[in-house]
Every structure is written in structure tokens, then in C-alpha cells.
């Protein structure tokens, strides 16, 4: 069994941060590639950031320069550090990883997301 669990959202006025973590457990072998994706309101699912098992990094356009995706693979966590938050950003806020389960291939996972509002 492979759980991941998200923590770290809330409500924010324009220009704050918040910090997302999602903390994976179970019968964990190795941790592939982790991902944050986000969904809005008319239910769009996007790509946000993803982060490779060597710390190599892809942060999709509208969030360069203001997210960062970072992971701790002695905890096994993924973070997602949200800075200078815009009211477009709302939407829940997904983890997902590529996980090998001991004597099993590789799937992926996801969490339960966690919603982000970002209001004044």
C-alpha cells in the first residue's frame, strides 16, 4: 500500500505564499519522478512543476519564477514553495509520483489534493 498525503493549503490574499507538502509512505522501493498538477474551478487539470529523482526541475511558464518544487528523499516528501500568489493560481493542487513498490513495477500515485485560494 502507497499513500500520499498533501498538507498546506489555505486561503492567502494576492502576493502572499504558501508551501504545499506531500509526504508518500507505504512499501516504498524507489521514488521516480514527483509532480505537482492543479485543478481549477471549470475543473482543468494542469501540469505545474515536476522534479526527477536527480533534483532536475520543470516549472511550466506561468508559475517560473514564483514556485518552486523541491524534495526530500530521506523523508520522501515533495514541496511546492508558492510565492507571490495571483487570484489565477486558485485551483485544488495535486501530488502525484512514480513509485516502484518492492517486488512490484513502477505506478503512479497520487494524492488527495489540498485547495489553495488566493482572495483578497
Known amino acids: 500500500q502507497v499513500q500520499l498525503v498533501e498538507s498546506g493549503g489555505g486561503l492567502v490574499q494576492p502576493g502572499g505564499s504558501l508551501r504545499l507538502s506531500c509526504a508518500a509512505s507505504g512499501t516504498i522501493a524507489i521514488i521516480n519522478a514527483m509532480s505537482w498538477y492543479r485543478q481549477d474551478p471549470a475543473n482543468h487539470r494542469d501540469l505545474v512543476a515536476t522534479?526527477?529523482?536527480?533534483?532536475?526541475?520543470t516549472i511550466t511558464d506561468s508559475v517560473k519564477g514564483r514556485f518552486i518544487i523541491s524534495r526530500d528523499n530521506v523523508k520522501n516528501t515533495l514541496y511546492l514553495q508558492m510565492n507571490s500568489l495571483k487570484p489565477e493560481d486558485t485551483a485544488v493542487y495535486y501530488c502525484s509520483a512514480l513509485i516502484v513498490k518492492y517486488g512490484a513495477y513502477r505506478d503512479e500515485y497520487w494524492g488527495q489534493g489540498t485547495q489553495v485560494t488566493v482572495s483578497s
Open positions: 522534479i526527477a529523482s536527480d533534483g532536475s526541475t
